[in-house]
């Protein structure tokens, strides 16, 4: 797939989570400890999202420096249109269901950045996607922290697959 399609996909997959997370900041505005937190998620997600436009704008410019990219889209694709879901939904989702979603995302998202960084030639590709990686790896520690300074335990059946196999997950 061609560079420009796939950072606009992960751009639009950034600003998708943007918008699910401050949906859930303002869903759950009566616990002023969830939204706030649900409302840097999403600044930090659209933070995100900025970024990878960057990323696009100097794709444009400098076309020539990328042209030996490939990215295979299609988990982001997948997560993406499963955040989408979510965002059609959240309002039915319990503020304990709306962390349990939350945490598997960014970890799920993850792993996928992580996995794309490994594929990639160019170093400035493969370090966003790292810093990506590494974003999300912070989002899913706070999420995590979040449920235990609420006594919560993460529930290992999520409904959260973008493939069809299980992940395990540490909470």
Known sequence: MDFGVAMRQLES????LGLLYLGFAESYASEPSLAEMFGGLS???NKHADIVNYQLRLFRRNKGQFKDIE???????????HVRELKNRQESLSWEEALEVAYEMENTAAEHY?????????????????????????????LGQ???????????????????HDHEKAP
């Open 71 to 81: 990215v295979d889209t299609t988990e982001i694709s997948r997560l993406t249109e």
């Open 43 to 45: 600044n930090e997600e």
């Open 13 to 16: 997959l950034e600003r998708e």
């Open 114 to 142: 992580m996995m794309l960084a490994g594929s990639q030639a160019n170093p400035d590709i493969r370090g966003l996607l790292k810093a990506m990686a590494s974003s999300c790896n912070e989002h899913h520690s706070r």
């Open 146 to 164: 979040f449920f235990i300074n609420t006594g919560l335990d993460v529930k290992r059946d999520v409904d959260f697959e973008i493939e069809d």
